[in-house]
């Protein structure tokens, strides 16, 4: 199927891990993002990257480091764990010039 | 001021209703425009884009004022279905998609 595919779900644990959640999209677009939603449904932009180049970082706290080997896998690793991290993590992609965005079906983490 | 802001509602109406809501954005040099909608723990997908001319999608009307930074979504003949929030989505420049908080939308029977 082409689509946005974020892995895990769902992921649960401790304050103080390390934790990865990995994107991947087979619709050949050229630009992704990292948003989170919070408790609120807040959904607010982490990161944009265009053909593996970052071109939006949103004052994320540095614990947070997205890496994307290729234009099609954009994933977000995150140092030291905190509670105030909970949220759901959606990744979305577009072709650049289309603006139409395409979500993953989101990753709930939460720290316990 | 938020760069996009939404009554966050919710909007209780009866089947049949006709409801609108707006959204307003802070940076006059936003670009585009655009209504998302999102179900109960799932993910947004775009519902419509808005065009300065206003553009209808059966059921849907999107407006924009650029004069006023505002953008409207009419939703005519509400269904059950139709019950979700609705996100307000702008580019303000640098392919940055800014969203709103979303307005819910409950119909009812």
Redesign the interface.
């Known amino acids: 199927d082409t689509a946005v595919s974020q892995t895990p779900k769902y992921l649960v644990t401790q304050m103080g891990n390390d934790k990865s959640i990995k994107c991947e999209q087979n619709l050949g677009h050229d630009?992704m993002?990292w948003?989170k939603q919070d408790s609120?449904?807040?959904?607010?932009?982490m990161f944009?990257y265009?053909n593996k180049e970052l071109?939006?970082n949103e004052t994320v706290p540095n614990r947070f480091s997205p890496k994307s080997p290729d234009k099609a896998h954009l994933n977000l690793h995150i140092n030291s764990l905190e509670l105030g991290d909970s949220a759901v993590y959606?990744c979305a992609s577009h072709l650049?010039g289309s603006?139409?965005?395409f979500?993953?079906?989101?990753t709930q983490l939460s720290v316990l | 001021r938020k760069e996009v802001e939404q009554d966050p509602g919710p909007f209780n109406v009866p089947e049949g209703a006709t409801v609108a809501f707006n959204c307003t954005y802070s940076n006059s040099a936003s670009q585009?425009f655009?209504w998302?909608r999102q179900d109960c723990r799932?993910?947004?997908?775009?519902l419509m884009?808005v065009y300065s001319s206003g553009n209808e999608d059966g059921r849907f009307t999107a407006q924009l004022n650029r004069a006023s930074q505002y953008i409207s979504l009419l939703i005519r003949d509400s269904k059950l279905s139709d019950s979700a929030?609705y996100?307000c989505?702008v580019?303000t420049g640098?392919?940055?998609?800014?969203?709103g908080?979303?307005t819910r939308l409950l119909v009812s029977p």
């Open positions: 630009t993002y948003y609120k449904k807040f959904l607010k932009i944009s265009n071109i939006i959606f650049r603006e139409k965005l979500f993953g079906s989101g | 585009s655009f998302y799932k993910e947004p997908k775009l884009s929030t996100l989505v580019n640098f392919q940055k998609l800014v969203f908080t979303g």
